[in-house]
């Protein structure tokens, strides 16, 4: 495969992945009538089933004897931070807060620039300086405006900002690191799920067999598109990656606002518009730096 070839298969498989995030609001909304933390609860077991056997059959399970005690407790850690992620997408998803969802992925890359500085000690060039800035006013002005912060949004962006800076010090292949950290979730879910049944509140096997076969899909609905991702991101370029992975939060909203009915006046047009243009100084600086760099390495 060339060179081009690659790109462009890499392209399209990480294009899917961002567009099947995007599309999730839909997958749980079919699923509304099951309690949220049920919900939660067994993607987690069923995410932990997909994973695992989709590394056996791969014959990838040999990670396991390379994991160290601090790899240990950074697995955990990112377990902990993608298990509060899942709980409030998902609580967020089938309440009617689809947009909210969306707002939050639009501003984790710029999240992502911060806890750089702060956490690696990077340094941020004048573009990125003023793409952080005007990100934080559209965030002030969504909370002035409705008198609290985007508490969803923020939460969904600073989780999974996190995720990743853990995932920086712990590096694992995406359905390795999938695999380890539902498996820390695991125990709790299903004891929960377990105690659901046996107050007489469960609702697997009790709400037909199509909201069962959603619920057990629920682990490959969330392995598929990481390993796609993980296949995209080992083959094009991080400034490539980072316009398409706005395809999700621009599906959620078209979700959120044309399927769902979901407020977006012009209080909300304005915090987006900030926090567009924000992305778009911060994408077309990545872009930029990217040329400059083939084009020295190319001399």
């Known amino acids: 495969m060339t060179m081009n070839r690659s790109v462009v298969a890499g392209t399209w498989y990480a294009a899917l992945a961002f567009l099947i995030w995007g599309l999730f609001p839909l997958y ?9 933390m049920q919900l939660v609860s067994h993607r987690v077991v069923w995410c932990t089933v997909a994973a695992w056997l989709w590394l056996l059959v791969r014959g990838e399970l040999g990670f396991v004897r390379t994991l160290s005690p601090r790899g240990l407790v950074l697995m955990t850690l990112s377990s902990l931070l ?17 947009v909210d969802t969306s707002l939050g992925y639009y501003i984790t890359p710029l999240v ?10 990077e340094s941020l060039n004048v573009p990125q300086r003023f793409a952080v ?25 600073v989780s999974f900002a996190l995720y990743g800076l853990v ?19 695991l125990a709790p879910a299903a004891g929960y799920l377990l105690w659901c049944e046996f ?15 959603l619920l057990i899909l629920g682990g490959p609905v969330t392995a598929v598109p990481l390993a796609l991702f993980a296949a995209g991101a080992q083959r094009v370029p991080m400034t ?23 407020s977006f006046g012009s ?19 990545g872009w930029k730096r990217y040329r400059r760099a083939r084009s020295t390495q190319n001399t």
């Open 167 to 185: 995932h920086k010090l712990a590096p694992l292949a995406a359905v390795e690191g999938l695999a380890v950290e539902s498996s820390v979730l």
């Open 240 to 262: 490539l990656l980072g316009v398409l992975q706005y395809i999700s939060p621009t599906v959620a909203l078209v979700i959120g606002v044309v399927l769902q009915g979901e």
């Open 199 to 213: 107050q007489g509140t469960g609702a697997f096997l009790h709400g037909g067999w199509s909201q069962d076969v």
């Open 82 to 98: 993608i298990g509060l992620n899942w709980s409030v997408y998902v609580i967020a998803a089938t309440t009617g807060h689809v």
């Open 267 to 285: 209080v909300r047009v304005v915090g987006f518009v900030l926090i567009w243009v924000a992305l778009a100084v911060f994408t077309l600086d």
């Open 112 to 121: 992502n620039i911060l806890f750089a500085v702060f956490a690696l000690k």
């Open 133 to 157: 800035g005007l990100a934080g006013l559209g965030v002030v002005w969504l909370a002035w405006q409705f008198g609290a912060p985007p508490w969803v949004a923020l939460t969904l962006a």
């Open 28 to 36: 749980w909304i079919r699923l509304a009538t099951v309690p949220a």
